[in-house]
């Protein structure tokens, strides 16, 4: 293969570039390369570049053809999302793409690694597209809160269909380089080096004066729609969509693919597109999308520190939380041995993790041979030594303190030097239990939530003696497994627990001065949760918090204002679903309402002598919302969480916060932090020292600023 001259193409003037688009001659066929480390994105170089090749390529008489390639090992992860709520320079995106379509020569696309979102849509307006097995393809924009707004919903509808592209724009998953053959969405898998394999493509399609295939001609595929398959995914998604703009864009836009000339369609979809970009759900899904990757960087942990992948791991406890941390592992291709003490607690975590996988299986979301595969991965014993060489250990037995560092004295003997040493804990001190070993920089809190094989949210939380290297290395584990990890630093609570307290008592509070839990729980499942706090205690079960509380008494402040319905609904031997009541009654899952539990609220404020009063919906959520972002701010300035947007990222993946309204801290800074503050200092003066005003909030607002960040 002769190598011409490289001319790299200067798309915007030198000050403002920031990514490149290459333009060479290979064996007789234009090389287009988009060039914007790492995943290529579509920024304003990108756009003229590709713009400005596509003129070179029609002009340029020594080449019939022209194959279009990402650098960085990966073709295009999509638009830039930092530019997303700014004015963007020209070109657009159409315009290249428009450009491409109406280009005379053939323009193939070679796709690797991520053709996601804008990327995708510039491969699908190239005449034809080559990809290797791996490469992930597809049009994720709904998780962003936006839908394809460049022609990705008009043309994939073309490629394969209006069923299938409804599918995939709706559920933002990527299909890999051989289901995009199967599907149509590309025409050839190229085995080996992509560029010469396109290349060869290019030159094969001209040699046979094939004639230029324009996706937007394309009818076939869309001709016959079932106008049904619309109104069916509308209403077999309303409750999952509930509160969502996109989705039902998206909906219109590829009806509109199936049922309009493409230039009507087209024109519809970047009228409906602009329209999510313009929602304040798009603010908030966009934030989320940084606010996940920011949470992964530990300042005191270098940049560069690229710890090794885990290869081994192994969990002490084989109980509901001890399976699924270890079914993490294995469906994470880590093997994973369990280890108990008793062989029959082992056979029973072991039918239980049979079990789990059995109903994946049933329900279609794992394969047979993914179920044998994941769980050959699993291993038992009842001997410690049989452990010591695993790269990680979590320990997951019950949360006692004596019993967790009677584990940690043994593990300190065994495990090879090196390992991470994780507990399991939501409540107890991460010290007490490292300082009985003699490493314990090698320890760390590892709180998973249950089900922890499907739960997102990992909070690591550090000792005063973790090391920077353990951490850095549980952080990238976490993600190995397909966490979302966060740090947290060593509280009561860590940062989860700690705000669910708060908000759980202002909760308890509102019942005693007038509400209802079904209100309650009405009233935070219109703002997103998909469950209420009362439906969430009573799923997890009341008996062990009374327990919790029961030895804390000792501890309580009695000056503190201290709400006995809880324990009250306790003595009544109602614990919750398990037993078909707590908060509520129930037949099998369905909560309703009790009257005797009404009833009883409404005597423990006569007792407690709180005259009851209308409680209106809006009070509900600004008072839990409050409180959360109270506790939040004092975390935040007691280093316990590293940044505000830490604690979006652990209510959002940990407990059920609506990712669409951004997480709580996100959240106050769209009301205004000021007009926040005033509203806690209301409480403060109302309700007393639970309402303290958080420093940090104070010192913000204080200096006239309005965000988290300009505390730091
Ligand atoms: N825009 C800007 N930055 C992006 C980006 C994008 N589209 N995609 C990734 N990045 C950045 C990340 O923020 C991260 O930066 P830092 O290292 O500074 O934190 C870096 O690239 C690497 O990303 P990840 O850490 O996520 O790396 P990964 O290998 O785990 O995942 C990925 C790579 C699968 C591409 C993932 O980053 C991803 O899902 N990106 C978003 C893809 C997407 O949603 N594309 C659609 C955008 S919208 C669109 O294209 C439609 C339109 O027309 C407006």
Avoid at 271 to 298: G, H
Avoid at 596 to 621: N, T
Wanted: aromatic share 6%.
């Amino acid at each position: 293969m002769q190598t011409p001259p490289a001319g790299t193409l200067r798309a915007a003037p030198e000050e403002i570039l920031v990514s490149t688009v290459d333009y060479r001659v290979i064996d007789g066929v234009a090389v287009i390369t988009l060039n914007n480390p790492p995943v290529n994105a579509i920024d304003q170089g990108i756009r003229a570049g590709l713009l400005e090749s596509v003129g070179r390529l029609a002009a340029d008489d020594s080449v019939k053809s022209a194959v279009l390639i990402g650098a960085n090992d990966t073709f295009v992860a999509g638009a830039d999302i930092k530019e997303f709520g700014k004015p963007l320079p020209p070109p657009t995106t159409i315009e290249s793409l428009s450009a491409m379509e109406a280009s005379p020569k053939p323009i193939v696309a070679a796709l690797a690694g991520n053709t996601l979102g804008g990327g995708l849509e510039i491969a699908l307006a190239a005449h034809w597209r080559v990809a290797v097995a791996k490469a992930k393809l597809g049009l994720p924009e709904v998780s962003l809160g936006i839908m394809p707004g460049a022609g990705g919903t008009q043309r994939l509808p073309r490629l394969v269909g209006g069923a299938k592209a409804l599918d995939m724009i709706l559920s933002g998953t990527p299909v890999n380089g051989t289901k995009a053959l199967e599907l149509g969405i590309v025409d050839e898998l190229v085995d080996g080096d992509l560029l010469a394999g396109a290349i060869a493509f290019a030159r094969k399609i001209v040699a046979e004066g094939r004639p230029l295939r324009v996706t937007s001609q394309l009818q076939d595929k869309v001709a016959n729609t079932d106008p049904a398959i619309f109104a069916d995914a509308i209403k077999k998604n309303e409750k999952k969509w509930k509160g969502l703009l996109s989705p039902y864009k998206i909906v219109e836009a590829v009806q509109a693919a199936c049922t309009l000339p493409f230039a009507e369609g087209a024109a519809l979809e970047l009228k409906v597109y602009r329209e999510t970009q313009a929602s304040p759900q798009r603010k908030a899904l966009t934030y989320m999308f940084f606010a996940e990757r920011e949470a992964a960087k530990i300042p005191d942990v270098p940049r560069d520190l690229k710890p090794a992948p885990v290869k081994s791991a192994a969990v002490i406890g084989a109980g509901t939380m001890g399976g699924g941390i270890a079914m993490s592992f294995a469906n994470a291709g880590i093997p994973v041995k369990i280890l108990e003490l008793k062989q029959e607690a082992l056979d029973a975590g072991l039918a239980r993790i049979k079990g789990n996988y059995a109903t994946s299986v049933s329900r279609g979301s794992t394969t047979q041979a993914q179920m044998d595969e994941r769980l050959g991965r699993i291993s038992t014993t009842t001997d410690y030594a049989q452990i010591g060489d695993a790269d990680i250990v979590v320990e997951a037995v019950f949360e006692n303190m004596e019993i967790k560092q009677g584990v940690f004295k043994t593990l300190d003997g065994v495990m090879k030097q090196g390992a991470i040493l994780g507990t399991n804990t939501s409540t107890l001190d991460i010290d007490q239990i490292a300082n009985v070993t003699k490493r314990p920089q090698d320890v760390i809190g590892m709180h998973f939530f249950s089900p922890a094989n499907v739960m997102k949210l990992v909070e690591n939380v550090r000792g005063a003696k973790t090391s920077p290297e353990i951490i850095g290395r549980t952080m990238a584990v976490s993600k190995q497994i397909g966490k979302v990890p966060v740090l947290a630093g060593n509280c009561d609570g860590f940062i989860g627990n700690r705000i669910l307290a708060a908000y759980g008592r202002e909760c308890d509070f509102l019942l005693e001065e007038g509400a209802t839990p079904w209100q309650i729980d009405t009233a935070l499942q219109g703002f997103g949760f998909p469950m209420g706090l009362f439906l969430m205690r009573d799923m997890a079960g009341l008996d062990v918090g009374w327990r919790i509380r029961q030895y804390r008494e000792q501890f309580r402040d009695k000056n503190q204002r201290y709400s006995p319905v809880g324990d009250r609904i306790c003595e009544l031997g109602r614990y919750g679903q398990k037993t078909g009541a707590g908060y509520y009654k129930y037949e099998g899952r369905n909560a309703t309402p009790d009257p005797e539990i009404e009833a009883l609220i409404v005597k423990v404020s006569a007792d407690l002598g709180i005259e009851r009063r209308k409680v209106s919906d809006e009070e509900i959520v600004w008072r839990v919302l409050s409180v959360m972002v109270n506790e939040g701010a004092k975390i935040v300035g007691e280093g316990i969480a590293i940044r505000a947007s830490d604690i979006d990222v652990t209510y959002v993946f940990g407990y059920g916060f609506p990712r669409h309204q951004g997480g709580p801290m996100f959240w106050a800074e769209q009301q205004g932090l000021d007009k926040v503050l005033a509203k806690i200092r209301a409480y403060h003066a109302e309700q007393g020292d639970n309402w303290k005003p958080a420093e940090l909030l104070e010192k913000i607002v204080a200096a006239g600023k309005s965000s988290w960040k300009d505390a730091v």
